[in-house]
């Protein structure tokens, strides 16, 4: 399946899942409302977060395009930061729901994002052997 199909199927689906869960925010107690990044990081910081979060998308969006190592680190964790995106455009705030204490609370694509940066960090060492 080509690379654009891939990104372009699993950031729809983060999406999806940020949306059915703000349908059903009222039944997830744990539910915060996050104006910053991920794990709320630059939570004061709005300008700044929409200065940059499109120009590191576009960036992220290339690599994962044309990069030969790291290819599914990379999908997760633009697809996370695509979905993130999109939902603080359409809503204003990301809705965090996932409660996993000592973690902060934290939604799907967080932890799709998560999951990248760790596929990325492995694969970097998988290589540097």
């Known amino acids: 399946m080509p690379r654009l199909v891939l990104l372009l199927l699993t950031s729809l689906l983060l999406l999806l899942g940020a949306f059915a869960s703000r349908l059903g925010q009222a039944f997830l107690p744990s539910a915060t409302l996050n104006s910053g990044v991920a794990f709320g990081i630059l939570l004061s910081q709005p300008l700044l977060i929409f200065l940059f979060l499109p120009t590191a998308l576009l960036v992220l969006v290339f690599l994962t395009l044309k990069s030969k190592d790291g290819f599914w680190g990379l999908l997760f964790l633009t697809s996370g930061g ?16 996932i409660f996993l204490p000592p973690l902060p609370t934290f939604n799907l694509a967080d932890g799709a994002i998560a999951l990248g940066v760790v596929l990325l960090c492995l694969s970097f060492l998988r290589d540097a052997k």
Do not use: Q, S
Request: net charge negative; charged share 20%.
């Open 82 to 97: 695509l979905a993130n995106f999109f939902e603080r455009i359409i809503f204003g705030t990301v809705l965090d729901y």
